[in-house]
């Protein structure tokens, strides 16, 4: 069984290796996943915009998210391969408050950075945190 293209037994593996580097995934659809992003998590403020990141994938992670999401970048490409393209929110310290603590629906109490990788069919959404 798949949800957008996604088998749901790499998605779910993928989920509970990535918790334990705080990292959490989740997938959403190859077209207008921006808004599917707001409406889950119930965002007011719906101004960012994702824009393209240009250095390769492990990059990216290494530059925004730190070394300790390296395992993760790994293991998503490992399940679902390279990523056809990486983008982040532009402006996005608003959008990081409106997920954070008792006021928002973010797994973690303090969001660090959010990443979307496009794939064919669908977007997982990476969103590193914490709750300390």
Same mark, same amino acid.
């Given at each position: 069984?798949?949800?957008?293209? /996604?088998? #749901?037994?790499?998605?779910?593996?993928?989920?509970?290796?990535?918790?334990?580097?705080?990292?959490?995934?989740?997938?959403?659809?190859?077209?207008?996943?921006?808004?599917? @992003?707001?409406?889950?998590?119930?965002?007011?403020? #719906?101004?960012?915009?994702?824009?393209?990141?240009?250095?390769?994938?492990?990059?990216i /992670?290494?530059?925004?998210?730190?070394?300790?999401?390296?395992?993760?970048?790994?293991?998503?490409?490992? &399940? @679902?391969?390279?990523?056809? #393209? /990486?983008? /982040?929110?532009?402006?996005?310290s608003?959008?990081?408050?409106?997920?954070?603590?008792? #006021?928002? &629906?973010?797994?973690?109490?303090?969001?660090?950075?959010? &990443?979307?990788?496009?794939?064919d069919?669908?977007? &997982?959404?990476?969103?590193?945190?914490?709750?300390?």
């Amino acid at each position: 069984m798949t949800l957008d293209g /996604v088998p #749901r037994d790499k998605l779910s593996e993928l989920d509970d290796f990535s918790m334990k580097y705080e990292v959490a995934v989740n997938a959403f659809g190859a077209e207008n996943y921006s808004e599917e @992003f707001f409406d889950f998590y119930k965002i007011k403020n #719906r101004t960012p915009k994702p824009m393209a990141l240009q250095n390769s994938f492990f990059e990216i /992670v290494l530059e925004r998210c730190g070394e300790f999401c390296l395992p993760v970048a790994e293991k998503a490409v490992s &399940l @679902f391969g390279e990523p056809k #393209r /990486v983008t /982040v929110f532009d402006n996005d310290s608003a959008l990081k408050e409106e997920l954070e603590g008792d #006021r928002g &629906l973010a797994p973690f109490y303090f969001v660090f950075e959010v &990443l979307f990788c496009e794939y064919d069919g669908f977007t &997982l959404c990476f969103i590193s945190g914490s709750n300390n």
